[in-house]
């Protein structure tokens, strides 16, 4: 009888192992894969429901030499300034990563990638602003808001180009769902870096505080408009940080004058 019991508790205890397995694999679900394999710098070949506003066939605006792309060849290459990527829509999404690397031998701090979410294709919210990004083959990985069904990256270019593979979008439903983590948003700041002037997108009635490194308040305003332009030609280069506070709560972020 002992030992009967024994193997009993043994028997359940391998099938409550092999129960735990088969909910973790069905809890993280994969709602976005894009490794750009069919992509060779055309616009046919950009994939279903994407935009990317540079496409080369003879530049060109992808990676397939080795060390320069993710899984298989090729990447896409983030290769002028200002270049911007969207995602094709895509369902309930908790965490997203992607494969990244900084191109060319001067590829500097300087250079930028700014991640934005969407709910509905027209509001854009800052996800995240990421300088400097790694020059070695790195998988990035980030929170996104249960709300989004879209992302817009946007790659500021100073120096270099940034490749970019195997992006996915998961959602683990046994973690819940998460708030969104920055109140004061949407926000939208560009050109970043900036020589002569910036442009800060965000909600009437919000406060916007502009400080140096030193922390000293070098601007501040009630904001009324939707679109605030600020002349920065005159003051000195380095880092700014802004806070927009609104009723909603505190976002933060940088900018760079060159």
Known sequence: ????????????????????????????????????????????????????RW???????????????????????????????????FTTSDTLSFWCKGEGASFSMYDTLTILWSPDNVIWNVLTYQDNLPTSPTTLTFPVNHLATRLM????????????????????????????????????????????????CTNSGSLLIITDVLGQEIYHENVTNTETHIK???????????EIKTDKGIARGKFIKV
């Open 153 to 200: 990256f946007i790659f500021t270019k100073y120096l270099g180009n940034l490749a970019m593979d195997d992006l996915k979008l998961t959602y683990d439903s046994t973690t819940g769902i998460q708030e969104n983590q920055s109140p004061a948003e949407p926000f939208i700041i560009y050109p970043n870096p900036s020589s002569s002037a910036i442009t800060i």
């Open 1 to 52: 009888m002992k030992k009967f019991v024994t193997t009993f508790k043994h028997s359940m205890l391998l099938i409550s192992l092999f129960c735990l397995v088969g909910l973790s694999s069905q809890a993280q679900t994969t709602t976005l894969y894009q490794g750009f394999d069919n992509y060779d710098g055309t616009l046919q070949s950009v994939p279903v429901g994407w935009y990317m």
């Open 55 to 89: 496409n080369s066939a003879s530049a060109p605006s992808f990676y397939n030499s080795t060390n320069n792309y993710g899984s298989t060849a090729p990447s896409y290459k983030f290769g002028i300034d200002q270049d911007t990527m969207i995602t094709e829509a």
């Open 232 to 242: 920065v030609s005159e003051w000195n280069k380095g880092i700014y940080f802004y």
